[in-house]
């Protein structure tokens, strides 16, 4: 009777010590400093900043080139003209010129007609080198103030364009930029869970292969009087191997799990005796439906996002293919005040008012068909990033209800596991009573034992998937 009474307290014990499987040191880690770690030691958080910095700096140069600019262009230039000294044309003489253009211009886009007018300085010094250009070796061509316009193409306005583009990439990357630091997140958050649950299986399988071990002890002794069978001391020897075996597995799993954290929050290695990781007891409601989930999401998704300044692209090469196909016309118009003379500063005096007006005229007569097929190109590319973003929005929409289906269903599970649980507890307390008092055998203990191991992982498995589900919806919606 003695024996039965330490196997039942023992059973007991171990039981107790298996329901909370809650550490009761102090926590080194918590969920918001995993996160936090994370978002500000891993490497991709740092390329993704620099990414976001790169694009915001080539934002910022884009709106930059939209404002005044001033610059000086120096050109100089050396020609020679060898032709025949017999003829006594001028265009056939032989000419060494040396010249220097300088021009000071000022110029800005017209951005509502897709422009750009200017205004400016310029001067002209051409020197040159033959026996017959004693009469003007030199001359100066100074132009103290000109003004113009001019546009390539008439009816197109490229920067109204570019500026769609550039404002929706700057968006994407700003988007990718706090989509990537929640993705880290979301991963920090699943490694954690992942690895809160595998210290748990192995509290269990410890306590297991404990119980176990003294059962074995135990019924050794026990076969040496002839109380327990040969065949009962095989099983419960089988069942000892096998505890051993599923202790070793979860030795392994727990290991690459806080191998896996500790990678990702670069902390070299967390340690073997690193408390339980605390997971919360409260389960957060859903309070989203699938189509306000697609809403939040994509205006989240940076790949929506850069699908959109792609599609904005494609329309905006169709918009300038479509005008090219017809007769171009491009103008550049300018005025102002001009002279020439042998001597710098004479060139400023007595400036005679100019005024110059060129109107280019493409017209493809033959062109065999290029322009066409140049639109027809661009008018497919169009309707592929067209599909493209149907295509992103059927995946975030599918992404979105899988996620909510996971929350709930795993919720769902959350509930009847803790049932099964108690059930699972109940059942395996009246069978250790039963063995401890000779009523039922070893397999019949061993099968509740296994049936409430069995329902304390799914419970975990639950558990797990809920939460990385949670954080998952939070990096579609950006939830804060």
């Known amino acids: 009777m003695n024996k039965r009474i330490d196997i039942r307290h023992l059973i007991g014990l171990t039981f107790l010590c298996l329901l909370p499987l809650k550490s009761t040191g102090q926590v080194s880690l918590t969920l918001d400093e995993v996160i936090r770690l994370a978002q500000d030691s891993a490497i991709t958080a740092f390329q993704s900043h620099q990414e976001y910095h790169s ?36 265009y056939l003489r032989n000419y060494d010129i040396l010249s220097t253009s300088a021009q000071l211009r000022l110029t800005q886009k017209v951005l509502p007609f897709g422009g750009e007018a200017y205004v400016g300085s310029q001067a002209i010094w051409s020197e ?61 958050a699943a490694r954690y869970f992942r690895l ?38 095989h ?59 697609v809403k939040l999401a994509l205006s989240n998704s940076p790949a929506y996002q850069h699908q959109l300044a792609e599609l904005t692209e494609a329309r905006h090469q169709q918009y300038k293919a479509r005008k090219e196909r017809g007769i171009n016309v491009g103008i550049d118009i300018n005025l102002g005040m001009q002279q020439v003379n042998r001597t710098f500063g004479s060139a400023f005096q007595n400036q005679q008012l100019y005024a110059l007006g060129a109107v280019q005229l493409n017209i493809p007569l033959m062109d065999h068909g290029a322009a066409r097929k140049r639109h027809e190109k661009a008018t497919a590319w169009a309707n592929r990033q067209e599909l493209a973003s149907q295509e992103v929005e ?87």
């Open 55 to 90: 694009q915001q700096a080539s934002y910022e140069a884009f709106m930059a080139l939209r404002k005044p600019q001033l610059a000086l262009k120096v050109v100089p230039n050396y020609s020679r003209i060898v032709s025949d000294p017999s003829r006594d044309y001028v």
């Open 128 to 188: 040159f080198f033959r026996k017959e250009a004693s009469g003007y070796p030199r001359q100066f061509v100074a132009s103290p103030l000109l003004v113009g316009y001019s546009h390539s193409l008439l009816g197109y306005n490229p920067f109204r364009w570019e500026k769609k583009v550039e404002d929706q990439r700057l968006k994407a990357a700003r988007c990718q930029h706090e989509y990537d630091l929640r993705l880290l997140a979301e991963e920090a």
């Open 196 to 233: 809160a649950c595998q210290q748990r299986v192995l509290q269990m399988r410890l306590e297991e292969k404990f119980l176990n071990d003294t059962l074995l002890a135990i019924a050794r002794e026990k076969a040496t009087i002839a109380i327990v069978s040969l065949a009962e001391l």
């Open 235 to 293: 099983s419960i020897e089988v069942q000892q191997q096998n505890a051993a075996n599923l202790l070793e597995v979860a030795r392994h799993e727990e290991l690459k799990a806080r191998t896996e954290l500790a990678s990702l929050l670069r902390l070299g290695q967390l340690p073997a005796d690193l408390p339980l990781l605390a997971i919360p007891d409260m389960i957060p409601p859903v309070s989203y439906t699938s189509d306000e989930v």
């Open 394 to 480: 059927r995946l975030l929409a599918e992404d979105a209800a899988v996620t909510l289906q996971k929350l709930e269903s795993s919720r769902d599970r959350i509930a009847r596991t803790q049932n099964t649980i108690k059930l699972a507890e109940t059942a395996y307390n009246e069978t250790a009573d039963n063995y401890a008092n000779g009523i039922c055998d070893i397999n019949t203990f061993t099968l509740a034992e296994s049936r409430w191991a069995t329902a304390y992982t799914n419970y975990l498995a639950a558990l797990e998937e809920f939460w990385v589900s949670h954080y998952h919806l939070q990096t579609l919606i950006n939830y804060e």
